[in-house]
């Protein structure tokens, strides 16, 4: 059953008589279900959203007492005392039914979230009744998920080992979040208090520590430390949801759209340097508003670069997410699959179109002065250097480059900012982080050179990389420029990031499937122990840099065993042969694409692959 629209979208403003269909309408809807499936009727809560204790669902209640006919307060009264009728009690049940039990639809979305009063109150996403997914009770530490599927058919999948006896739950909420914050959650969307295994277990563990729910560097995990609302203070916790606000207005209201994020960024930037947590949790909030933004902007013409961003902060809540499920709570096993497909698949969306430009890039039948017949060689002063096409120039962004800086051992990644000529995306990233970019302008490049292709450095990247000579060597450059410095740098500084907080609790949990679940909390404290020294101090741990050793990121991937890759990354070797192939035109770009997006982190990994094989290549 699908809420009317003009019910989800202003239902203050519906009419008595359109209520009173509805209720009608859901009322029998209701009742076939439960015919239909021979059981007891749907909880309602409606006590709760017309009684007392209604507290700030004032559209529900506004609802329920159009529905049953009364004035709010002659509602709560009645329904306080028990006084209402009983044709009066059906109609406000059935109302409440539906919003105790809706869902909503996000057929695009791997991870969906269960209904709440506020946004269908906005009007959107669309929420609907199903017979028997809505009889589904919450867990903070679901043994389910769902998602849906096009048509508003919905999934559920075991995302453990489940005994016949054992309840199946979904989470109607992000698993990410902490327990204090769930909870505020749970009470204000759903009415009840959330009593499941996760939060009893912390609920315990606090009450045995004496510490407040995220209290940072001496929280009893790291875990907690990471994504707890108080882990940097309320100061920085107000201030980035202030920002998260602020960023709302300009974008939807004042339509300004850059400086929205821009504000973000740097905001964002701010509080990790304070010692935010880049997991934080209001972390977490913004890194989803700007992966939408970029790739808004990417649809509008910012090109790779908005791509790029928008993967990096992807990276990021999929490490989030990883995190999480690395202290054994598989409930945030969906989200870290949705995170990493949703990476993957904005990767190889980058990765398509650069080889769709090489591919079309009309071949030269002169070697360009740069390439000799032994591979690639440096033209300029500039390229000779080893260190420029060394380094990552850290123009992911500015979180990223943050990153970046706070990682590199010798200091030097992040300051090298001098894009290469004719170098598009690096172009494009100079203009989206507000810097100068001092290239020619394009109009003047494309008059000056009218067959040059716009993008050229990665496709230079991969004919080097796959050994190509100078027959195929396609534009005519003055000097091989930098390696996809975007790529690689927020490649690995996501990477980098996310082996920050992953590692340390990856080596002490048990990451066998059967076994995840939580733990004694005295052995989730006996397990940190010998890591909170080195987190003493708050902030979070600096990563040792990503060096290009592929199997740390193995590692990092392979705990979640259905997250892996169907099949396993490949071999240099044969990442080699697969780009000579791309190269050749014996393989459909896009077709190769579309199974990488299916393998999910299978991408990530081949992506990294690619990177630090391309790195090595021209730096050898
Ligand atoms: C979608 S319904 C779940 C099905 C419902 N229990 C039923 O029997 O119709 C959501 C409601 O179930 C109850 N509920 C779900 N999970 C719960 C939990 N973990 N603890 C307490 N109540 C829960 C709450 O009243 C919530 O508003």
Request: charged share 20%.
């Amino acid at each position: 059953m699908i809420l009317p629209p003009k019910l989800r979208d202003d239902p203050i403003k519906c009419t008595t008589k359109e209520l009173g269909t509805f209720a009608r309408e859901t009322c029998l809807a209701l009742r076939l279900l439960q015919c239909k499936r021979g059981e007891p009727p749907f909880q309602s809560n409606w006590e709760k959203f017309i009684g007392p204790q209604a507290g700030e669902d004032a559209h529900i209640l506004c609802m329920a007492a159009k529905a049953v006919g009364k004035s709010e307060k002659a509602a709560a009264d009645a329904g306080a005392a028990g006084a209402l009728v009983r044709e009066e009690k059906a109609a406000a049940e059935a109302v409440c039914q539906v919003f105790t039990n809706a869902l909503e639809v996000l057929p695009s979305m791997p991870v969906a979230c269960a209904c709440n009063a506020e946004t269908i109150h906005r009007g959107q996403p669309p929420a609907a009744m199903y017979s028997l997914i809505s009889r589904l009770n919450h867990s903070c530490r679901a043994n389910t998920a769902y998602h849906f599927k096009a048509g508003g058919a919905v999934v559920v999948r075991a995302v453990v080992d489940i005994d016949p006896d054992e309840e199946l739950c979904i989470s109607y909420l992000d698993p990410l979040q902490p327990l204090s914050r769930r909870q505020e959650d749970l009470q204000q969307r759903f009415c009840f208090t959330c009593s499941c295994e996760r939060c009893t277990l912390e609920q315990q563990m606090l009450a045995s520590t004496g510490l407040q729910d995220g209290t940072p560097a001496h929280a009893p995990t790291w875990f907690l430390s990471a994504i707890a609302p108080n882990a940097v203070g309320t100061e920085v916790d107000s201030c980035l949801t202030r920002l998260t606000r602020q960023a709302e207005e300009e974008f939807v209201r004042q339509g300004n759209a850059t400086a929205a994020w821009t504000a973000l960024e740097a905001g964002i930037l701010q509080a990790v340097e304070e010692g935010a947590h880049p997991y934080h949790y209001r972390c977490l909030a913004l890194y989803a508003c700007l992966v939408s933004a970029y790739r808004v902007s990417a649809k509008l013409g910012a090109g790779r670069v908005a791509l790029l961003r928008a993967a990096m902060y992807t990276l990021l809540q999929a490490g989030a997410a990883e995190a999480v499920l690395a202290v054994g709570e598989y409930g945030a096993m969906p989200q870290a699959a949705g995170d990493w497909s949703e990476a993957g698949g904005l990767l190889c969306e980058v990765l398509a179109a650069e080889l769709a430009d090489l591919k079309h890039t009309p071949a030269q039948s002169t070697p360009p002065a740069s390439v000799s017949s032994q591979g690639p060689v440096r033209g300029s002063a500039q390229d000779q250097n080893p260190s420029s096409t060394q380094r990552s120039s850290g123009r992911a962004g500015p979180l990223v480059d943050a990153l970046v800086r706070q990682r590199a051992n010798d200091g030097t990644a992040g300051q090298r900012r001098g894009a290469s000529e004719g170098n598009e995306s690096l172009g494009e990233a100079a203009r989206m982080s507000g810097e100068e970019d001092s290239r020619p302008s394009k109009r003047s490049r494309v008059t000056g050179t009218p067959s040059e292709p716009a993008t050229v450095y990665w496709p230079d990247v991969l004919q080097a990389a796959s050994g190509q000579t100078e027959s195929r060597r396609t534009s005519p450059r003055k000097s091989v420029p930098e390696p996809p410095a975007e790529f690689a740098a927020g490649v690995c500084a996501a990477w980098a990031a996310l082996s920050a907080t992953c590692k340390p609790p990856m080596e002490s949990a048990d990451r066998s499937h059967g076994n995840m679940a939580g733990g004694d909390p005295e052995q989730d404290e006996a397990s940190d122990a010998p890591q909170r020294s080195s987190r003493e101090g708050g902030g979070f741990e600096a990563a040792s840099h990503w060096e290009g050793d592929i199997s740390d990121l193995r590692t990092l991937a392979g705990p979640a065993g259905f997250l892996s890759c169907s099949q396993p990354p490949p071999s240099n070797a044969e990442l080699r042969e697969a780009l000579q192939k791309e190269l050749n035109g014996s393989v459909d770009v896009e077709e190769n694409v579309r199974r990488l997006e299916h393998i999910g982190i299978g991408a990530i990994l081949c992506m990294a692959h690619a990177t630090s094989l391309l790195r090595d290549c021209l730096t050898a």
